[in-house]
Each structure stands twice: as structure tokens, then as C-alpha cells.
């Protein structure tokens, strides 16, 4: 029997994990038993998780601080469950700030269990320093970024493999990615703009005013222009509240599957930065995306230190996207940055074949879970090899 302890934070990291799993079956055979924290995906592997991973879902400083003394204790539950099962791996996925700390412990404790670092911390865009940091007590990184593994090389972190993006395996989206490939690129005769004001409630707060003012003035320079809005369910009243009061209103669609029909029909985007501007890069959708950070995030913007914050850009290696921070999201701008990208021009070309690359550069051969199992495989094999060498 193989135990691979595991430490996620968000449902997507449990989607990468229940992957994981069956891919070390694939591997392994059904001998492979996963302990520790997952959600409802992992739950179906046979993950008995220590804890409703929801807990760890805090953004911003001060819910981070309000909730210490719960998040202290789940920590110190999660390490003591892994330093008494003594599992042969341990895999912590995102969530730095608690999968981490919980990694840290743990090497003090176990110092020859291989750790391995699923979807690693954005050491390329803010605080480089916890690369070569993190060699200590992690052996592995598992990159779902293809610029990543050179970014840990550069600044002394630990040896990173790229495996694949979710995205890049999503039906939905390989279905567009396959019409926009051998589509030529120009807008339909009647434009269509995706309007994606963020999927957190504090995003939509801060962007939706002025993603409905671009829409006006917009409206004004390519009157037949069509607006789609798709809402995250959970945000849908909110939204649909704020857009009754808009001059122009989109149209509100929501679920999954209305969601990916919008991005297929779309020419443009506006958005809030995030992992969005991804989805609508493999998509092929030219977009201009906008950013604004709560009070307290925005006294410590500093500490962003990379030279973009729209993950299309580091795919490609330069400023292909074009981003709008804070005093910068401005409808007059946006508007006719729009109007460019929703028209024949050579802006929209060029972002175009752009796009194309990122995709390009997106792919992998194999299933994202199969690598990064081999990854995980290869790390027991090496812990096997130490614990066989005489001492």
C-alpha cells in the first residue's frame, strides 16, 4: 500500500488532486490510499478529509486575521494527522499560506518524506525570495504555467516540471480553441463583448460601475454592438441589481455551460484580471483587462514586483494583453481600446496571433494528472533509494 497525504485549500486544488490520485492508480495500481485534506472531488477518490477545506477559503487581511486562532489549530491538526500517519509522500496544492506552513512543519518533523508542491506560489510576480526559500523543505514543484519552471531555475528554487493547465483539458473550451484555429480572426459584422467583472463579490463592487459606462460610450461608437455579462450563480442577484440601473444593459447568462456559448460568440472582452484573462487567451477572445484592489491590498501593492499581472502576458514573454490598474480604469480609455479590438485593425490582429501562441505554448502530450503523478513517482522511488543505501 502507497499513503500520499495531501493539503488543498480550494476546490480547484481538489479537482488537481482527485486528478492526481488516479493518475497514481493509473501508475501504481488501486493500492494507493490519499489521506489528509481534500474537498468534494478528492472525497470520491476515498479522501476522508480532516476538515470542510471552506475554512481555508479567507481573502484579505484582515478575514486572515479575524479567523488566526481557528486557522493556528487547523494548522497544528494537519500537522501532527500527517507526522502520525507517516505517509510516503506528502503533495500540498496552492494555498501557500497554510499548505506551506504545514509543509515547513512537517520537514522538521519527517525530514526524509519527499514533499512535492502542486500549483507553487507566483514567486514570478511577487516575492521572489520564497523560491530559494522553499528548497528547504520542498523537493518538487508541479508548474501548471510553461514560464514557470525557468522563473524557479532563475531565482534558486526548487526543480520545476510543467504538466498542462486544467484549462487546456476542459471540453468546452478545446471546442472553441478548435473553431478560433482554423477561423480567420476577424469580428463578426455584428460585435459581441464579454463583460467579466470578477468572480468575488468585492471585484464586481469595485469594476462593475465602470465596465456599465465603457458599455455606454461604447454603445455610442459601434451602435449595433451586443453585450453579454456572464454572472457567477452566487453573484447573479447582485449583478442583475446593478444593471437594472445601467444605461445600456448586457445580457445576463449564467452557468457553466452559458458561460463557455458567451466566450465562443464573443469578438472582445472586458475583465477583471485573474485567471479569466487565461480562459479567454485559450479561447482566443482579444480583451483588455482592469484591476482594482481593496483598500488594505492597495497599501501593500509594492510587493508586487513582477513586470505584468496578466498571466497571458507571461505565456507570451511580453505586453500582449493590455492592463488598466486603479486610476487607469477608465471607461473613455476602455471604450475605444474596445472599439479597436472589436473592429478589423491591426491592434486586434496582432493580439489575435498572439493568443494563438499562448495556446500553442499551453500544450501538453499527456494528461496534466499522469505527469504529475510520474513526478510523485519518481520521488518515492528516490526516498526508496536513500532509505535501501547503508548508513
Given at each position: 500500500?502507497?499513503r500520499i497525504?495531501?493539503?488543498v485549500g480550494e476546490?480547484?486544488s481538489?479537482r488537481?488532486?482527485?486528478e492526481l490520485?488516479?493518475?497514481l492508480?493509473?501508475?501504481?495500481?488501486?493500492?494507493v490510499?490519499a489521506?489528509g485534506?481534500?474537498?468534494?472531488?478528492?472525497?470520491k477518490?476515498g479522501?476522508?478529509?480532516?476538515f470542510?477545506?471552506d475554512?481555508l477559503?479567507?481573502?484579505?487581511?484582515?478575514?486572515v486575521?479575524s479567523?488566526l486562532?481557528?486557522?493556528?489549530?487547523?494548522?497544528h491538526?494537519?500537522?501532527?494527522?500527517?507526522?502520525?500517519e507517516?505517509p510516503d509522500?506528502?503533495?500540498v496544492?496552492?494555498?501557500?499560506?497554510?499548505?506551506?506552513r504545514v509543509a515547513?512543519?512537517?520537514?522538521?518533523?519527517?525530514p526524509d518524506?519527499?514533499i512535492?508542491n502542486?500549483?507553487p506560489?507566483?514567486?514570478?510576480a511577487?516575492?521572489g525570495?520564497?523560491?530559494a526559500?522553499?528548497t528547504?523543505?520542498?523537493?518538487?514543484?508541479?508548474?501548471?504555467?510553461?514560464?514557470?519552471?525557468e522563473?524557479?531555475?532563475?531565482l534558486?528554487?526548487?526543480d520545476?516540471?510543467?504538466v498542462?493547465?486544467?484549462?487546456?483539458g476542459?471540453p468546452?473550451l478545446?471546442?472553441?480553441m478548435?473553431?478560433r484555429r482554423?477561423?480567420?480572426?476577424?469580428?463578426?459584422?455584428?460585435?459581441?463583448?464579454?463583460?467579466l467583472?470578477?468572480?468575488?463579490?468585492?471585484?464586481?463592487?469595485?469594476l462593475?460601475?465602470?465596465?456599465?459606462a465603457?458599455?455606454?460610450l461604447?454603445?455610442?461608437?459601434l451602435?449595433?454592438?451586443r453585450?453579454?455579462?456572464?454572472?457567477?450563480?452566487?453573484l447573479e442577484?447582485?449583478?442583475?441589481?446593478r444593471v437594472a440601473r445601467?444605461?445600456v444593459?448586457?445580457e445576463?447568462?449564467?452557468?457553466?455551460?452559458?458561460?463557455?456559448?458567451?466566450?465562443?460568440?464573443?469578438d472582445?472582452?472586458?475583465?477583471?484580471?485573474?485567471?479569466v484573462?487565461?480562459?479567454?487567451?485559450?479561447?482566443?477572445v482579444p480583451?483588455?483587462?482592469?484591476?482594482?484592489?481593496?483598500?488594505?491590498?492597495?497599501?501593500?501593492?509594492?510587493?508586487?514586483?513582477g513586470?505584468?499581472?496578466?498571466?497571458?502576458n507571461?505565456?507570451?514573454g511580453?505586453?500582449l494583453?493590455?492592463?488598466?490598474f486603479?486610476?487607469?480604469v477608465?471607461?473613455?480609455h476602455l471604450?475605444r481600446r474596445?472599439e479597436?479590438?472589436?473592429t478589423?485593425t491591426?491592434?486586434?490582429?496582432?493580439?489575435v496571433?498572439?493568443?494563438r501562441?499562448?495556446a500553442?505554448r499551453m500544450?501538453?502530450e499527456k494528461?496534466?494528472?499522469d505527469?504529475?503523478?510520474g513526478?510523485?513517482?519518481?520521488?518515492?522511488a528516490?526516498?526508496?533509494?536513500?532509505?535501501?543505501?547503508?548508513?
Open positions: 500500500m502507497t497525504a495531501f493539503v476546490n480547484s481538489d488537481l488532486g482527485a490520485i488516479r493518475g492508480r493509473r501508475r501504481l495500481g488501486s493500492q490510499e489521506i485534506l481534500g474537498g468534494d472531488e478528492m472525497a477518490e479522501v476522508a478529509s480532516l470542510d477545506i475554512e477559503s479567507i481573502i484579505g487581511i484582515g478575514a486575521l479567523r486562532p481557528q486557522l493556528l489549530r487547523r494548522l491538526q494537519m500537522e501532527s494527522f500527517i507526522v502520525t507517516r509522500a506528502l503533495v496544492i496552492d494555498n501557500y499560506a497554510f499548505s506551506h515547513r512543519r512537517v520537514r522538521r518533523r519527517l518524506l519527499p512535492i502542486y500549483v506560489p507566483a514567486v514570478w511577487y516575492h525570495e520564497r523560491a526559500a522553499m528547504a523543505y520542498i523537493d518538487r514543484v508541479v508548474s501548471v504555467f510553461p514560464f514557470e519552471p522563473a524557479y531555475r532563475a534558486g528554487g526548487p520545476a516540471t510543467y498542462g493547465h486544467p484549462l487546456v476542459n468546452a478545446r471546442a472553441i478548435e473553431h482554423v477561423a480567420d480572426g476577424r469580428p463578426k459584422p455584428v460585435p459581441t463583448l464579454l463583460l467583472p470578477g468572480s468575488r463579490s468585492g471585484e464586481v463592487d469595485r462593475l460601475d465602470d465596465f456599465g465603457t458599455l455606454a461604447l454603445k455610442q461608437r451602435p449595433e454592438l453585450a453579454l455579462l456572464p454572472a457567477v450563480p452566487r442577484a447582485k449583478i442583475r441589481d445601467f444605461e444593459k448586457p445576463i447568462v449564467s452557468g457553466e455551460a452559458a458561460k463557455w456559448q458567451a466566450f465562443a460568440a464573443a472582445a472582452a472586458l475583465a477583471a484580471s485573474g485567471t484573462a487565461l480562459e479567454l487567451a485559450l479561447a482566443g480583451m483588455a483587462l482592469c484591476y482594482r484592489l481593496d483598500p488594505i491590498s492597495y497599501r501593500f501593492r509594492h510587493w508586487m514586483t513586470w505584468t499581472a496578466a498571466l497571458p507571461y505565456v507570451a511580453h505586453p494583453v493590455p492592463e488598466h486603479h486610476e487607469t477608465r471607461p473613455e471604450a474596445l479597436r479590438l472589436l478589423d491591426p491592434e486586434r490582429r496582432a493580439q496571433e498572439g493568443l501562441l499562448v500553442e500544450q501538453v494528461n496534466p494528472g505527469m504529475a503523478a513526478i510523485v513517482v519518481d520521488e518515492l528516490r526516498r526508496r533509494g536513500r532509505m535501501d543505501q547503508p548508513r
